[in-house]
């Protein structure tokens, strides 16, 4: 409820405008049966036929005006629901996009996308209706009966017996409603990502033929989500159906005592008649009420799930200033340990030092801890030991965004977006023409993108699809290469590339980015040799460190995957 206090207060006085309007609109409804009354029990006897044409005009003056009022008030209740929904929209997707990657891993990708879609929809739904019938339904309904008590009294308390029903019915099915949806929120949650991950991995999917098999998974988790759907609805829908049984039992009711009181000649035809139409629009606004209620369940639920997400607090403090390092060194880690889970430690005890200008290679075996040493260098996660040091700086010193400045970077798993491949390469920079050519030139991408007809104008698809492998890793060191950055982060960016593409990728390197500081993770041990140092990891420990040269001396590990690779003996 803070979050939408929050965000409904900058559009107070616009609902407030509407909500008036709509109240307008709905007591000038509420006198329609009145006059209507009026004309049937005072006019027509008289038989003056002007009486009744006048106040007939006046009954369809009144129906334009409230139906003017209301379309107005309407039109105005779907522009506040649509703008505080994108601001809260946007404010969610610029919270996702500043999580840390422990808070993501704990919400988790499919949740946000569920929060960002069918959450802020229904909150959508809930202002929309709530500024629609939330001022109408109650006008109409108290409204209604008041006129019921000026025409009829005796009808007028025979209706007013059954409404502490009604609002029993109505209180205690909303109450267990809120609840109810919160879990179809989460069943949504598992779906989404059952569908994200087919999604991505549809081509394995296929590959190994297990169409069947994800079929079999996406039905689990569609079942789950339909049987909490059918369990809040089947409690939510007894709502209607509940106050439809106990209106008709009250339009019973009302119908056999006033009969009785027209042949008593204790009441009038145009009476019952109005009353008749009262009954009816109250019963619409108390159907109108329930509506609100279940509404407002499937809201407040989805509102709760985004206030979650919004009030993560990932502030540090900033009162610790953590002692700096060696300035002599320009990237250095000191007995640096870290677990993901908190449970068992993924890396270990890891050390190294790096001079201005001088490459780190790093080897292991897939979940050695090679990508967490770059995700911890650019504090995606924080570290649980040691420290990290940036040119002699603790980088828990230096805010996130001026350290993430100073790299370019090739992640394993790296994405090119739906643009132009010179969009992509620049990602929103302002990057000299230059400094792109010479960019794509240097990761040996020239040869295919101006080979293109299109150039650097060429339309790639999500994630690069139309073009190969070996073509995305190139354009994306190209999108490194641009900013000419202090350092250079590779994780396996060369994996895809001929080997006599990536001699030529390493020698640009070695000859135009001397300066730069680099740590390149790579499967291929070429793409390593000249490192001035290379760590071997094992299990997320060093188990060998040094040169290329030494590490053939004195690591069994290494010698065997270079004997492997190149059978000992490796070439420019």
């Known amino acids: 409820m803070e979050m939408l206090k929050k965000y409904c207060k900058p559009f107070m006085l616009s609902m407030t405008i509407g909500l008036l309007i709509k109240a307008v609109g709905s007591l000038v409804e509420l006198f329609l049966p009145f006059i209507l009354s009026m004309i049937i029990d005072d006019i027509v006897p008289t038989q003056n036929i002007n009486q009744v044409l006048i106040w007939g005009a006046v009954m369809v003056v009144c129906s334009f005006l409230a139906w003017g009022l209301n379309v107005y008030a309407n039109r105005k209740a779907s522009k506040?629901?649509?703008?505080?929904?994108?601001?809260?929209?946007?404010?969610?997707?610029?919270?996702?996009?500043?999580?840390?990657?422990?808070?993501?891993?704990?919400?988790t990708i499919p949740s946000l996308e569920s929060r960002l879609t069918s959450d802020t929809y229904n909150v959508h739904r809930m202002l929309g209706m709530i500024q629609r019938m939330g001022v109408r339904a109650p006008i109409l309904t108290i409204g209604g009966i008041l006129m019921t008590f000026i025409l009829e009294p005796t009808l007028a308390l025979v209706f007013l017996a059954i409404l502490p029903i009604i609002s029993w019915v109505i209180y205690v099915?909303?109450?267990?409603?809120?609840?109810?949806?919160?879990?179809?929120?989460?069943?949504?949650?598992?779906?989404?990502q059952v569908v994200r991950e087919n999604i991505q991995g549809i081509r394995v999917?296929?590959?190994?033929?297990?169409?069947?098999?994800?079929?079999?998974?996406?039905?689990?988790?569609?079942?789950?989500?339909?049987?909490?759907?059918?369990?809040?609805?089947?409690?939510?829908?007894?709502?209607?159906?509940?106050?439809?049984?106990?209106?008709?039992?009250?339009?019973?009711?009302?119908?056999?005592?006033?009969?009785?009181?027209?042949?008593?000649?204790?009441?009038?035809?145009?009476?019952?008649?109005?009353?008749m139409s009262y009954f009816t629009i109250?019963?619409?606004?108390?159907?109108?009420?329930?509506?609100?209620?279940?509404?407002?369940?499937?809201?407040?639920?989805?509102?709760?799930?985004?206030?979650?997400?919004?009030?993560?607090?990932?502030?540090?403090?900033?009162?610790?200033?953590?002692?700096?390092?060696?300035?002599?060194?320009?990237?250095?880690?000191?007995?640096?340990?870290?677990?993901y889970l908190k449970v068992k430690d993924n890396i270990q005890h890891i050390s190294f030092k790096l001079r201005k200008g001088e490459t780190l290679g790093i080897l292991g075996a897939t979940g050695?801890?090679?990508?967490?040493?770059?995700?911890?260098?650019?504090?995606?996660?924080?570290?649980?030991?040691?420290?990290?040091?940036?040119q002699g700086k603790d980088i828990r010193n230096i805010p996130k965004h001026e350290l993430r400045s100073m790299f370019g970077i090739v992640m394993q798993n790296d994405f090119l977006f739906s643009d132009t491949i010179k969009e992509n390469i620049m990602f929103g920079r302002s990057i000299e023409a230059d400094d792109?050519?010479?960019?794509?030139?240097?990761?040996?991408?020239?040869?295919?993108?101006?080979?293109?007809?299109?150039?650097?104008?060429?339309?790639?698809?999500?994630?690069?699809?139309?073009?190969?492998?070996?073509?995305?890793?190139?354009?994306?060191?190209?999108?490194?290469?641009?900013?000419?950055?202090?350092?250079?982060?590779?994780?396996?960016?060369?994996?895809?590339?001929?080997?006599?593409?990536d001699a030529r990728l390493r020698k640009a390197i070695q000859e135009?980015?001397?300066?730069?500081?680099?740590?390149?993770?790579?499967?291929?041990?070429?793409?390593?040799?000249?490192?001035?140092?290379?760590?071997?990891?094992?299990?997320?420990?060093?188990?060998?460190q040094g040169t290329h040269q030494e590490l053939i001396e004195s690591s069994e590990i290494y010698a065997s995957i270079s004997n492997s690779q190149m059978g000992g003996a490796l070439v420019d």
């Open 205 to 275: 999917i296929k590959a190994l033929s297990k169409e069947n098999t994800e079929k079999n998974r996406y039905f689990e988790s569609n079942m789950k989500l339909r049987d909490q759907e059918r369990n809040a609805n089947i409690k939510m829908a007894m709502i209607n159906p509940s106050m439809t049984l106990l209106l008709n039992v009250g339009l019973t009711l009302v119908i056999l005592v006033g009969a009785y009181r027209v042949n008593q000649g204790l009441s009038e035809t145009g009476k019952i008649i109005a009353f």
């Open 436 to 501: 792109l050519d010479s960019a794509v030139v240097d990761a040996q991408a020239s040869e295919f993108i101006y080979g293109l007809d299109e150039k650097l104008e060429h339309h790639l698809t999500s994630k690069g699809t139309n073009v190969s492998g070996g073509q995305r890793q190139r354009i994306l060191l190209s999108r490194a290469f641009a900013s000419h950055p202090e350092f250079m982060l590779l994780d396996d960016s060369s994996s895809a590339l001929d080997y006599g593409t």
């Open 368 to 390: 050695s801890g090679k990508t967490t040493i770059m995700q911890l260098l650019l504090r995606f996660y924080e570290i649980d030991s040691g420290a990290i040091y940036i």
């Open 173 to 192: 099915k909303s109450t267990r409603g809120v609840p109810l949806f919160n879990l179809v929120q989460k069943a949504t949650d598992r779906m989404v």
């Open 512 to 544: 135009k980015y001397q300066d730069t500081t680099m740590v390149i993770i790579a499967q291929r041990i070429s793409s390593i040799k000249n490192a001035d140092q290379i760590i071997v990891l094992d299990h997320g420990e060093i188990s060998a």
């Open 80 to 107: 506040v629901a649509r703008d505080i929904t994108e601001n809260i929209r946007h404010d969610l997707f610029a919270k996702t996009m500043y999580l840390s990657c422990t808070k993501t891993d704990e919400v």
């Open 282 to 339: 109250i019963s619409n606004a108390l159907i109108a009420i329930s509506n609100i209620f279940v509404m407002t369940s499937k809201g407040l639920a989805s509102s709760d799930r985004i206030q979650d997400v919004l009030t993560i607090d990932e502030s540090l403090d900033e009162s610790i200033v953590y002692p700096d390092g060696d300035s002599q060194y320009e990237l250095e880690f000191k007995d640096v340990s870290f677990s």
